[in-house]
């Protein structure tokens, strides 16, 4: 049985490592400009709207605005809806706007029921927008001066309603060293981004809120933010979304452009993953539990086998496909070598034991993120209707 599992390993493995390798050799990546078609030679700059919710963000609002404001793109506004905030997050914010006249402060309207407090701070940053774009940006990230050119760039080549680009993550303490890489990783080792362009499924769509941007229009058909009013992982719901109503649209990786650190100590990793773990399936139980399942099999049951004689070298050739993964992963997405490969197995037991607690915590009812609860039960129930509906 031993047997069976371990070779098992080694063909999820194989798939992993395929399309990591795919993904290494031509994954879009946003700081890339794609040469411009016949029929579009990039004349057009269109207005941009760069919309950023923020709550207790003064440690991160400052740096944020400073490289938006570097921007190499003439046509710019720079919306903030500060949250509710009980920092300094609103000063910080109004001292630039007292010396960019294209940054706008906006104060959040209280949080209405039934919505999470991120998609109701993006809903009225998008009411307040006056750009043909629409960019969705975290306030802990940071921005190379070409991020908004390059995202209007690949939407004008390749006539995209919606795109998305994953962050290079920077990380300084070990639980973030361990956790952010394998959950990137994920994504990087599991969906051939191309895939988001050129296949018709939802199931293959992704995005990421932390850099995610919209034709006006397309966000409008969507339903915008009070589409997935009540989603935790309302990014990759918004380009489900996108794919059911034949959208393009396309996921990048955002190395050397978007730069974002998530969490800055092992509570904001552990709260911020349990967040959003469970919600990456759709909130299936079993699917859930059939990824918790192959993670463990795959990637932490072969260091245990390799001790045992009959098991040696099968699980040597697992092992070595996973420091092959990570390896390809953390060159070309700029991951901490170190503890990508040889603590990789590390890394992925926390993972596991964060998704456990991430399902737990989902199905007990509450999650909290930010001082504020939010309702899973609600949530939960809302999925079931919506799939009966499609059903």
Request: aromatic share 12%; net charge positive; proline share 5%.
């Amino acid at each position: 049985m031993l047997t069976v599992l371990i070779y098992m390993a080694l063909a999820i493995l194989t798939v992993f490592v395929c399309i990591a390798l795919y993904n290494y050799l031509t994954a879009p990546m946003l700081r890339t400009v794609p040469s411009p078609t016949a029929r579009n030679e990039y004349a057009s700059t269109p207005r941009v709207s760069v919309l950023i919710p923020a709550r207790n963000e003064e440690a991160n609002i400052a740096q944020c605005l400073q490289g938006l404001c570097a921007q190499n793109y003439p046509q710019l506004e720079i919306i903030v809806v500060d949250d509710h905030s009980t920092d300094r997050t609103a000063e910080i914010v109004q001292s630039f706007a007292a010396q960019y006249p294209h940054i706008r402060l906006l104060e959040g309207r209280p949080l209405p029921p039934e919505w999470t407090g991120k998609n109701w701070a993006c809903q009225q940053l998008s009411a307040s927008a006056t750009g043909t774009i629409l960019i969705f940006t975290d306030a802990d990230n940071t921005h190379a001066p070409n991020a908004v050119l390059n995202t209007v760039r690949w939407m004008q080549r390749y006539d995209l309603s919606m795109i998305s680009a994953f962050p290079e993550q920077r990380t300084l303490t070990m639980p973030e060293q361990l956790a952010v890489p394998v959950v990137d990783t994920f994504v990087y080792a599991g969906l051939p981004l191309w895939l988001t362009y050129h296949s018709p499924y939802p199931s293959l769509a992704a995005a990421n809120g932390q850099w995610i941007a919209f034709t006006r229009q397309a966000y409008i058909e969507l339903g915008g933010h009070l589409s997935v009013r009540k989603h935790v992982v309302e990014d990759v719901e918004l380009s489900r979304a996108a794919k059911q109503r034949g959208f393009r649209m396309l996921t990048t990786a955002g190395t050397d452009l978007i730069f974002c650190r998530m969490y800055s100590s092992f509570d904001g990793v552990w709260n911020g993953f349990t967040k959003n773990l469970f919600g990456l399936v759709g909130y299936n139980s079993i699917a859930f539990f059939v990824l918790l399942t192959m993670l463990f099999m795959a990637c932490i049951l072969p260091y245990f086998t390799v001790w045992f004689a009959e098991y040696r070298w099968i699980s040597l050739g697992a092992i070595a496909l996973n420091l092959l993964l990570r390896f390809l992963v953390a060159q070309k997405f700029k991951h901490p070598l170190w503890q990508s490969v040889v603590l990789h197995p590390v890394g992925i037991g926390f993972i596991i034991g964060i998704g456990l607690n991430s399902l737990r915590k989902v199905k007990n009812g509450t999650i909290q993120w930010k001082n504020r609860d939010i309702d899973t039960s609600a949530l939960l129930k809302t999925i079931s209707l919506e799939d009966a509906m499609k059903g």
